[in-house]
């Protein structure tokens, strides 16, 4: 399993934006799909963006896709997610997840991953 390392999470008025960082280690980290979800406290895990392994496919939750964007850099190991125009609604822990069984395929239930990163809280207030 990869070892993942989210940062970027934080406090950010309504109408701000904010930039996720997911680090992968290993030498996989390439050869996977990869993904975007968050939780909010009494709710389940949401998925939110994915990508394949090369990045030339991607998939949005429709809550998101208007906002947010998902990208990745092999070379650096990492996977991005930019989001804009936050509203509190979109306060919660977020969670990069990579699936070593999928490559081009981006699953959108959180089963079909098998990495996970510990999490960055994002709060969005005025």
């Known amino acids: 399993q990869a070892q993942l390392v989210e940062s970027g999470g934080g406090l950010v008025r309504p109408g701000g934006a904010l930039r996720l960082s997911c680090v992968g280690s290993?030498?996989?980290?390439?050869?996977?799909?990869m993904a975007w979800f968050r939780q909010s406290p009494g709710k389940e895990r949401e998925f939110l963006a994915g990508l394949s392994w090369s990045g030339a496919i991607t998939a949005y939750a429709d809550s998101v896709k208007d906002r947010f964007t998902v990208s990745r850099d092999n070379d650096k190991n990492t996977m991005y997610l930019f989001m804009a125009d936050l509203n509190p609604e979109d306060t919660a822990d977020y969670f990069c997840?990579?699936?070593?069984?999928?490559?081009?395929?981006?699953?959108?239930?959180?089963?079909?991953?098998?990495?996970w990163g510990q999490g960055t809280q994002v709060t969005v207030s005025s």
């Open positions: 997840a990579a699936s070593s069984r999928n490559r081009n395929n981006i699953p959108r239930t959180s089963g079909n991953y098998d990495s």
């Open positions: 290993g030498r996989t980290f390439g050869e996977r799909a």
